[in-house]
């Protein structure tokens, strides 16, 4: 199902839920009841319970972003460093050359065609993208240097794999979700209180009243899935991107 039409569906119906129950609430009160007679103390509580509940949504927000941001920033980081090892390597022999730029290419191609798609669909790594990566760990590093100019290329070049490969490793810890289960429980429960106050308030059945409760319960709805889209930077709707790859190396198709 397309992540649009689930934020659609789940929008309409926290709509709903919000006017099927206020609308059963005023059938069902007393004749005698007057909404206008709200205790301060639930007006004071329901202010709080809003405030409070904006500001652990605004974090929850705030820190999936920034896990999405530091995930593009790890894949620009392995694409990076990949790069520099592939235009370095240019004072090599050339069949020394060659080889280390295949096994660069080599990997690149296995990331953005498969690895990619399987971080999205099982939150993971690939062994073959290990595998790929440890051959040109190999290739770089068993080189041994014959002139002054190779030896002053060696270093940069094994620091450089060793830069991708950390941001390898970064990139896999970012896979799959980074909420912790107790905080969806937080911010779900605190939906429910802080729409469930909306009734506290004993509001009436009028048009703009509906309206407003309507849009409240779809703005938290909207910010939920938000946080829940965000979540997982590689697998889902405004999830970070193989573009680093694709720039630094337009060889490679995506």
Not at 131 to 136: I, M
Not at 190 to 212: K, S
Request: with cysteine; glycine share 6%.
């Amino acid at each position: 199902m397309p992540e649009w039409l689930v934020l659609t569906l789940a929008m309409l119906a926290a709509c709903s839920v919000v006017v099927i129950i206020t609308l059963l609430r005023h059938r069902r009160a007393a004749e005698d009841e007057d909404p206008s007679e709200t205790p301060d103390v639930i007006e004071y509580m329901t202010m709080w319970i809003g405030v409070v509940y904006a500001i652990v949504l605004g974090l929850a927000i705030a820190g999936v972003w920034e896990g999405r941001s530091a995930a593009q920033d790890n894949v620009r980081a392995e694409a990076v460093a990949l790069h520099e090892v592939s235009e370095r390597v240019r004072v090599y022999p050339a069949e020394i050359r060659e080889r280390i730029r295949d096994d660069v290419n080599a990997y690149v191609g296995h990331v953005v065609t498969t690895e990619w798609k399987t971080m999205a669909d099982h939150d993971r790594l690939t062994d073959e993208g290990t595998e790929l990566l440890d051959r040109l760990r190999r290739d770089v590093t068993d080189y041994e240097p014959r002139t002054d100019f190779e030896a002053q290329a060696y270093q940069p070049l094994v620091d450089q794999v060793a830069a991708a490969d950390q941001a390898r490793s970064a990139r896999a810890e970012s896979t799959g979700a980074t909420m912790p289960g107790v905080v969806w429980f937080g911010l779900v429960t605190g939906a429910v209180i802080t729409i469930g106050m909306i009734f506290a308030l004993q509001i009436r059945r009028t048009r703009r009243e509906l309206i407003l409760a309507g849009l409240f319960s779809a703005l938290i709805a909207f910010l939920l899935f938000l946080i829940w889209d965000f979540d997982a930077p590689y697998s889902r709707g405004l999830a970070a991107t193989a573009d680093p790859f694709l720039r630094l190396f337009p060889e490679v198709k995506g």
